[in-house]
Nanobody, 120 residues
Framework: VQLQASGGGLVQAGGSLRLSCAAS????????MGWYRQVPGKERELVAR???????NIADSVKGRFTISRDNAKNTVYLQMNSLKPEDTAVYYCNADIMRTSWIPSVNYWGQGTQVTVSS
């Protein structure tokens, strides 16, 4: 199983970016999917998470600016980031709880990370 993230880049403050993360491989089902971010010297923090049923958990620091969604048919999670601020600069990692078979509990997987840089 692999998680492939894309969509990062350089954007000016106030701009928008959309991150995508597709899960591939031998997948029976995917439970929660989400996005985390990390800056050097700090712990990785939750940005947003979405369950298979569509319930979301959004960090207060991005609430109202970021939206998480998923396409279950494509095993893909998205993060729409609007009104970006310089403090949003970080490496963004996707994360998913994936069941490879119906009889094995889900395993947590991480994507490779994608850099988001917001200039002031």
């Amino acid at each position: 199983v692999q998680l492939q993230a894309s969509g990062g880049g350089l954007v000016q403050a106030g701009g928008s970016l959309r991150l995508s993360c597709a899960a591939s491989g031998s997948i029976f089902s995917i439970n929660a999917m989400g996005w985390y971010r990390q800056v050097p010297g700090k712990e990785r923090e939750l940005v947003a998470r979405i369950t298979s049923g569509g319930s979301t958990n959004i960090a207060d620091s991005v609430k109202g600016r970021f939206t998480i969604s998923r396409d279950n048919a494509k095993n893909t999670v998205y993060l729409q980031m609007n009104s970006l601020k310089p403090e949003d600069t970080a490496v963004y990692y996707c994360n998913a709880d994936i069941m490879r078979t119906s009889w094995i509990p889900s395993v947590n997987y991480w994507g490779q990370g994608t850099q988001v840089t917001v200039s002031s």
